[in-house]
């Protein structure tokens, strides 16, 4: 964080010693974890029960290896939802909580209750003993009956062959495979909800009804001779893909009826660039089954019930967008590097004939040409179609999309990540801004109060982290809590002299209370700290200058802009000194650099006006103080000097309205009243500008510009003898080789004589 010149009548605060700030936690106390004894044994007794009823049902004599191989393969959907109930849970809700507080989704009073309310909710253990009871029951029966039937020729269980009970249970190992994969996954993601246990249930179901529907097929016509892995092979698939398989079933039934195929217009997940077969398949668990359904979904469901990245879904759903716009010629699209709508809108973006400025006529052509070679390269009839490709109206996704894309910095700061340092990295970068005292407001204000909050409740658990101390007075700084912030660096002082940081950003809260001197060694002791520090020999310039010390404040500029060529308020610091010393030449050029690298500087164009005025350069110095009265209607000087410039100008009516208005605004500007004198006198008002010169000199005396135009006034009003006395006090308080000394000796000489 650098310190931008600000102006010298700002007013400042001080306080004698920092004093803790009175929101400051206490070191936190541990919360508690959920228990999680009843709900294990509970489901333990169900698990148990479940197996002891199907075995007494069918009752069927296990040998003891037989038991072992069916806990093996049933055993793993409870054990799952132990294991992530004793270990991952607690971690889970915990990341719920920092996603909730930095996404500022809760007030932080109600932060645990909300969180604890929408967890239970979504991860209620009456579903997961539920599903995994049916789960059981379903591996239960699969096995009784493969068991039964064995290597028997004649049917073991009335009206199914044994040949379709052994690629039953092909179906059943398939969905196994896939279903243990995913809830391995899903563990290791923490995501691992009901639906994960409900999708095995109706994966098994609709796997083992294929197959037994399609059994005839499997083994039939379908089947090479002598062949006896083809049907287990074709029914495991089946298993783990079961949706292809229902396609693979439909096109077979189709060929035996001589049906014609049935067209379908769905653009399935799988073709959409980055989805997996997994990914497909926790989608489907959400009942977003295409891209239909991918482009039109509620993103902020996706985001809070999946452990999907905000990048991942954002591209996603763009590319569905794309692929519902333009259907079966998306290859196309493609092939012309347009992957996404996002894209699609950027291009024509770029070719739009509907240019905020008029377009040339060669670039007008240009555009239209490139439009058409665009429409032929993705086979659109018509150029016109790709504006009603553009069109969003229908997908209000894309509203969401669009501005992820304009703000993925913010979007990202706001991640939640499940390590505390993960916590403190996002604060961090986001306070690391060059923003003058007080510079938040309304939604920054907002944000900046939650970082607060994140950043005193790390500090209950980390009170001796001088990093921590110095992020929290970057954050009392920006909110306008200077003392706070200097009680919080010297907090970081203490703990860590060997880091330069609060040094550095100490002198800021120095340097707004007028404490030049300890603003100098702050950034001193920084300097020695961190000798490439641009920064820090930033700021001591900025108190140097402050200071009167111009020599040394431009060594030190030449300095930080030697270590860092693009630090923009180096620049601008430089440019107010220049003036200070009427290098105004010097000035302006740098005025020029720090727009170049920061053209939102609102504190530039002030000094920047001065510069021009001081190179006799009226009309653009007239543009830039314009536009510093419209970055702050509210301040006076902007608009006394822009009147200045109009008087200079002789453009009198503008000048008139600015320094009445800078008046208004700021009776006590010295600067607006002689302005004002300066125009009654080139308008022959001279009674009236006698009167505004000399309350001028009541409150400055020393003024002897002032002085002078009010003897000019004097004598053109016929009141030479006041006029004689004011020449004689000019000769007396200006610079004897300046003009205004040399001019009133003259006019001494020749209308009032030597005494």
């Known amino acids: ?48 029960l479940l197996v002891a009823v199907g075995l007494y049902t069918y009752d069927y004599d296990l040998v003891p290896g037989e038991v072992a191989v069916f806990v093996a393969l049933a055993g793993i959907y409870p054990l799952t939802y132990l294991a992530y109930l004793g270990f991952a849970a607690k971690t889970h809700r915990k990341r719920l909580e920092d996603d909730f507080r930095l996404l500022g989704l809760a007030r932080e009073e109600e932060l645990v209750a909300t969180v604890e309310s929408l967890y239970d909710t979504v991860y209620s253990p009456i579903q997961f003993v539920v ?58 993601t923490f995501d691992l909800q009901p639906q994960v246990y409900s999708s095995a249930v109706v994966r098994m179901l609709i796997a083992l009804a294929i197959v037994f529907a399609g059994a005839s097929i499997i083994l039939g016509p ?21 949706t ?32 997996s077969p997994w990914h497909e398949a926790r989608l489907a668990q959400m009942g977003i089954d ?22 991942e879904i954002a591209s996603w759903i763009d590319q569905a967008i794309l692929g519902v716009k333009v259907g079966d010629k998306l290859p196309r699209f493609r092939e012309a590097k347009i992957g996404s709508f996002h894209e699609l809108r ?18 007008q052509e240009a555009r239209t040409k490139g439009r058409e070679r665009l429409a032929v ?80 409740r790390l500090l209950g658990q980390r009170r001796n982290d001088a990093r921590l101390w110095n992020t929290l007075g970057v954050a009392y700084y920006r909110l306008g809590r200077p003392l706070d912030a200097l009680y919080a660096y ?25 404490q030049y001197a300890e603003a100098i060694r702050s950034c001193t002791n920084a300097i020695q700290l961190d000798r490439v520090h641009a920064d820090a020999f930033n700021n001591r310039g900025l108190a140097y200058m402050r200071s009167g010390y111009f020599d040394l404040a431009l060594a030190d500029f030449d300095e930080a802009l030697r270590l860092d060529p693009r630090l923009p308020s180096a620049y601008l610091n430089r440019g107010v000194t220049y003036n200070a010393v009427a290098r105004f030449g010097e000035a302006r050029r740098d005025f020029e650099h720090a727009w170049l690298l920061d053209d939102s500087a609102p504190d530039l164009w002030l000094p920047w006006g001065l510069a021009l005025i001081g190179v006799v350069d009226y009309p653009s110095a007239l543009e830039k103080l314009s536009r510093a009265v419209i970055s702050d209607a509210q301040a006076a000087t902007p608009r006394a000097r822009r009147g200045y410039v109009y008087y200079l100008l002789e453009n009198f009516a503008p000048a008139r309205l600015d320094v009445e208005e800078a008046l208004r605004i700021d009776p006590t500007s010295l600067f607006a009243r002689n302005s004002l004198g300066l125009l009654e006198t080139r308008l022959g008002h001279h009674e009236v500008a006698i009167e505004h010169y000399r309350k001028v000199l009541e409150t400055a005396p020393e003024q002897y510009v002032t002085r002078y135009n009010l003897a000019l006034a004097l004598a053109r009003a016929g009141q030479n003898a006041d006029a004689c006395a004011e020449l004689r006090q000019v000769v007396e308080d200006s610079p004897q080789d300046g003009f205004e000394a040399q001019d009133a000796k003259r006019r001494l000489d020749v209308d009032c004589g030597v005494e």
């Open 244 to 275: 292809q398989g229902l396609v693979w079933l439909t096109q077979l039934g189709n060929r035996l009826i001589e049906s014609a195929p049935v067209q379908r217009s769905v653009l399935p997940l799988a073709s959409l660039l980055g989805i």
């Open 377 to 456: 390269a993705l086979a659109l009839a018509h150029v016109d179609e790709l504006n009603r490709l553009a069109d969003d109206s229908n997908f209000p996704n894309y509203s969401h999309i669009a501005e992820y894309y304009a703000r993925s910095s913010r979007v990202v700061h706001r991640r939640a990540s499940v390590g505390m340092d993960a916590v403190l990295g996002p604060i961090f970068r986001e306070l690391a801004i060059d923003k003058p005292l007080g510079a938040a407001d309304g939604d920054d204000r907002a944000e900046l109060n939650r970082y607060l909050a994140d950043i005193q």
């Open 131 to 188: 599903y995994i009871g049916l789960i059981i029951l379903i591996s239960l029966v699969v096995f009784w009956g493969y068991l039964r039937c064995g290597a028997n020729a004649v049917n073991c269980v009335p009206g199914v062959e044994p040949a379709i009970v052994k690629l039953i249970c092909c179906a059943y190992l398939g969905s196994y495979v896939f279903s243990v994969q995913e809830l391995v996954r899903r563990y290791n």
């Open 222 to 242: 379908t089947t090479p001779a002598g062949d006896p892995v083809w049907p287990a092979a074709v029914a495991f698939t089946i298993g783990i893909f079961p």
């Open 1 to 48: 964080m650098t310190r931008r010149w600000r102006y010298p009548w700002q007013r400042h605060t001080d306080r004698t010693a920092a004093q803790p700030p009175a929101d400051l936690p206490p070191v936190a106390e541990p919360r508690a974890g959920m228990s999680s004894g009843g709900l294990t044994l509970r489901l333990i007794f169900i698990v148990a």
């Open 346 to 363: 950027v291009m024509l973006a770029q070719l739009s004939l509907e240019a905020p400025a008029p377009l040339s006529a060669p670039e």
């Open 490 to 514: 010297e907090r970081a002082i203490e703990m860590d002299r060997n880091l330069a940081e609060p040094h550095h950003h100490r002198s800021l809260v120095q340097i707004d209370q007028g």
């Open 290 to 311: 295409d891209a239909q359904n991918l482009a039109t979904v509620d993103i902020r469901r996706l985001l809070l019930t999946t452990q999907f990245d905000t990048q």
